[in-house]
Each structure stands twice: as C-alpha cells, then as structure tokens.
C-alpha cells in the first residue's frame, strides 16, 4: 500500500523540519517498553497481595485494569514499530489497517470504560453502603467485566461493517477511524465514539469528585482513602491523555478545528500514554508507599512546628530577659545616678541565638 497516496500533505510533511522532529522511532519505542514493563510490575504487584485483597471488588476491576493496558499496548505498538523499521512503509495492507484501528478504539475504550467502573464502584461504597453491601461482589465482576469488553468491542466493530471507517494517519505508521471524512456514516461513527467518550470521561470526574467530598467530610479507613487517591490519580491521567482527541475529534465534525496532521500525531500519542501510566499510577500509590509518604509529610511538618515553637519560645525568654534588663537598669540608674549593665553583651548575644 503506498502510503504517500493514502495520506495527503504528507510528502510536504516528510519536508517539514517540525514533522521530522516529532516522527521517530524512539518515541514508540520508550512508550512500548515503558508500557509492558509497567503493566507487567503491576500485575505482579496485584498477584503477590491477592491473598489480602481477594474479596476487594475494586482489587478485581484494578487487575482487569492492568490486564487490558497490557493486552492494547501489546496488540497496537509492535505494528507500530515494525512501520517505523520499514521507513514509515505500510505492508501490510488493508486487512492490518483494520486490525490496527480496531484494536485501538478496542482497547482505549475498555479502559475507560472499566475505570468508571471503578468510580461507581466507590461511590456506591462511600454514599449508598447499604445498596453496595447488597447488590455489589466479586462474583459479579466476573459479569460485569464481560460485559464492558462486550461494548468496547461492539464499538470496535461498527467501521468494519459500515458505520465510520478506517484509514491511515499521518505519518503512515498507524491506522484509525476516519474523523474528517464528510460522509454520513463517516461523520455517525465519529459522533457517536467523541460523545460515548467524553460522557465516559465527564461521569468519572464527577463521581471521583463526589467520593473525594465524602472522603474529606467523614473520617474514613486508611484503605478507603488509598483508593480515593489512586482513583483521583487515574481520574487525572485519563483525562489528561483521551480528552484532547475526543475532544478534537467531536471539533472537526463540527466544523471549529481544522485538518492538522502533526496535531493528530501527538493527541494520539498521549492517547496511547494513557496505558503507559496507568499502572505506573498504582504501582507509586500503593498502601506501603503512600504510608510512607503520609508518614514523612507528618515527621516533616512536626519537626518545622517543633523548630517555629522553639524559635517563639526562645524570643519570649528573650524578650522577658530584656525587659527585666531594662527594669534593673532603671533602679540601678534611679539608685545610683549611672548606668550599669544588667547582662554582658556577649551573654545577650547567646541567648539571641
């Protein structure tokens, strides 16, 4: 497949000192390793406290969370690459374009479908406990999982049977659904994927944003504010990293963004920066670490508490010592018509310091 003819502008791109800067081999790749490496500790990481966590519906949504950054990472970039080695030349033709952009809108959408998963999960723990305790197990992860895989997949396949389509993206090295196209079923699909992701992404703010109020106005357990932090964390990466492309997608359609090729590229690659982080989010928020980190704030913030009281205390006894000073040479000035020192100004000086 010639890629020049699939991708317009991108013979005056390959020209472009900005472009040239921006497509390069090393980005995919630190991203790859970083991706499998991260995921990999994490799953690790999960297995070794599975014992003390096997009963936590949040635990199962977490390593289903891990285990679907870790399968996107490895179905997407490996073809990356091998583009990359090829200097930028598709081979594989259609049938790979397919798998490619499938696999993307696949996996992106499953993981964000399973961490508002885990936002509701702890909201109806925090607010409705009474509903949670009844209604919400382990046991009905197993479905729920399933079934969220089911509606990412279900949305992967809707280009390959006619609603959207899939094509190259500049520079070559990765296919996706076709955002500028002006069809109607070209224009339905792009609706259809910035609008069910941008809900996703605007329900997890929201219930993350209400769990953290309950947090904060309840005295709650040291696992629960774990996951509060941990949640707040992916709450933030996700948004960092998808909203800019749903977001610029849904602009094209209407008509506010133009077509920007370089601009693609990088809102894409934060895309894909999403499943790099997030079990680095984890793995850094653990209780052990997180523990850590409360406990040396505290040990920090006490010592400069305990050093501002001294140096108050020590100006207190200063200020009593002058005062005492100035009284006695008073007396000795009204007793004896001169002035005499109460203290040497070297004893004064230590007690200043």
């Known amino acids: 497949m010639n ?42 990481v999960l297995f070794s406290s599975r014992k003390e966590q096997k009963h936590s519906v949040f635990y199962r949504l977490v390593g289903a969370l891990a285990i679907t950054d870790l399968f996107g990472t490895c179905a997407t970039s490996p073809i990356i690459l091998v583009v990359y080695a090829n200097g930028l030349k598709w081979q ?31 909201y109806l723990a925090l607010n409705k406990p009474y509903f949670y305790s009844a209604h919400v197990s382990p046991a009905r992860v197993k479905v729920l999982f399933p079934v969220l895989l089911a509606a990412a997949l279900l949305m992967a396949c809707l280009p390959l049977i006619g609603v959207g389509d899939n ?71 996700v948004s ?54 409360i406990q040396f704030i505290k040990v920090h913030l006490c010592l400069q508490r305990k050093q501002l009281d001294t140096r108050g205390q020590n100006a207190r006894d200063f200020g009593e010592i002058s005062r005492m000073k100035k009284d006695s040479m008073n007396d000795h000035t009204h007793d004896n018509g001169q002035r005499e020192p109460f203290f040497s100004e070297s004893f004064e000086d230590t007690l200043s310091q």
Request: positive net charge.
């Open 3 to 44: 890629t020049s003819l699939d991708l317009p502008g991108l013979l005056v791109h390959q020209n472009n000192a900005s472009a040239s800067r921006i497509v390069s081999m090393v980005v995919p790749s630190v991203m790859f390793a970083a991706g499998v490496l991260g995921n990999s500790l994490a799953l690790v």
């Open 92 to 122: 594989g033709g259609r049938p790979l374009c397919n798998y490619a952009s499938f696999m993307m809108i696949f996996a992106g959408l499953a993981t964000i479908f399973i961490l508002a998963s885990m936002a509701m999960d702890r």
């Open 167 to 237: 094509v190259h993206h500049f520079p070559g090295t990765w296919c996706f659904f076709d955002y500028y196209g002006t069809s109607l079923r070209v224009k339905s699909f792009a609706y259809l994927y910035s609008v069910m992701g941008l809900s996703a992404l605007t329900v997890i703010v929201i219930l993350n944003f209400v769990v953290l109020r309950t947090v904060l106005s309840l005295h709650r357990k040291a696992c629960e504010i774990q996951m509060v932090v941990f949640l707040i964390g992916i709450m933030t990466v």
């Open 240 to 293: 960092v990293c998808w909203a800019p492309l749903m977001l610029r997608v849904f602009l094209i359609q209407t008509g506010l963004k133009e077509r920007d090729d370089i601009l693609d590229l990088i809102f894409i690659r934060m895309a894909s920066f999403n499943q790099i982080l997030d079990p680095w989010v984890y793995i850094l928020f653990r209780k052990t670490l997180l523990s850590r980190l």
